[in-house]
């Protein structure tokens, strides 16, 4: 094997040690974490529960299980766009997203959502290693917190196909699933389609929210020159508030060359030109 795309996190330490390998860095932007609601069954319909698990999620539980050790591999971000792009603050997060160590609060969140036991089905593609991991740390976390969670694992393209059922749990639903987004795809309202809210026009999860799309289009029509922040602030204020899906913030993938490969270009994909053997 020359080129392995995307290496999992456990194996990185044996492949630094290999002599005739190379780690290297794919993107030099990274991906953000995404655990999407069903926003139009029971029960993440209820935006009192979202708020109470967005109040319970620890990042670097997620990012840790996902990504590894490694300064270079993750970072914690409380925000719907990338950390450390133009306009982007984590003012609203903070609040919302405590990240606690004790689940008390959050615990007494869940009563007072009025949570009845539903269950939950978390679908888990287990052929991306990253999702896979996510997964795991998801469910463990939600049975902490004592809600009726099933763990359904499956390939990537069957989830997607689950994905597209509006229909409840009990017909063959979803309540929840993990992806990621690629940090230039998510840079801005007009790209990010993880926050858009166009309903059940929009993108699984249907999360429904004209107030979103206003300020879409109020983004639209700003001068690039002018400060993004207030409006960002403004958008993350919305969406905290009634959150779509659970940021679980950014990490970076890793691809693994043979020593005499040289050539590979770094961005979301895999990318076949340039690559040669010298």
């Not at 995404?34 to 999620?57: E, H």
């Not at 509006?166 to 998510?186: D, N």
């Not at 107030?211 to 207030?230: F, G, S, Y």
């Not at 969406?239 to 693994?256: M, R």
């Amino acid at each position: 094997m020359d080129w392995w795309e995307s290496t999992p996190a456990d194996l990185r330490p044996l492949v630094n040690a290999a002599k005739n390998l190379r780690l290297e860095s794919k993107d030099p932007f990274g991906w953000m974490g995404v655990l999407r609601f069903n926003l139009i069954q029971p029960p993440f319909d209820n935006v009192k529960l979202r708020r109470a698990v967005l109040a319970a999620t620890s990042q670097p539980d997620f990012l840790q299980a996902a990504a590894g050790d490694g300064e270079e591999a993750w970072r914690s971000c409380r925000a719907y766009f990338p950390c450390g792009g133009p306009g982007v603050s984590e003012t609203a997060g903070i609040a919302a997203m405590p990240m606690p160590e004790d689940l008390t609060a959050a615990k007494r969140m869940i009563r007072e959502s009025g949570y009845n036991n539903e269950k939950i089905a978390l679908l888990v593609p287990t052929d991306i290693h990253h999702h896979a991991a996510f997964g795991q740390v998801s469910n463990d976390l939600f049975r902490r917190l004592g809600l009726n969670v099933e763990f359904q694992a499956m390939d990537w393209g069957t989830m997607i196909q689950r994905t597209t059922n509006k229909g409840p749990v009990e017909k063959g639903g979803w309540s929840l699933f993990h992806t990621a987004a690629s940090m230039v795809s998510t840079a801005s309202p007009g790209l990010n389609f993880f926050i858009r809210g166009l309903g059940e026009k929009g993108w699984p999860g249907w999360y429904d929210k004209p107030e979103i799309e206003a300020l879409t289009e109020e983004w639209a029509d700003t001068p690039p020159d002018a400060p993004q922040q207030p409006l960002y602030d403004r958008i993350q204020k919305v969406l905290f508030d009634d959150p779509p899906f659970l940021p679980l913030g950014q990490y970076t993938t890793f691809a693994t060359y043979a020593r005499d490969i040289q050539g590979g270009l770094r961005g979301i994909g895999s990318y076949p030109w340039n690559i040669r053997r010298v």
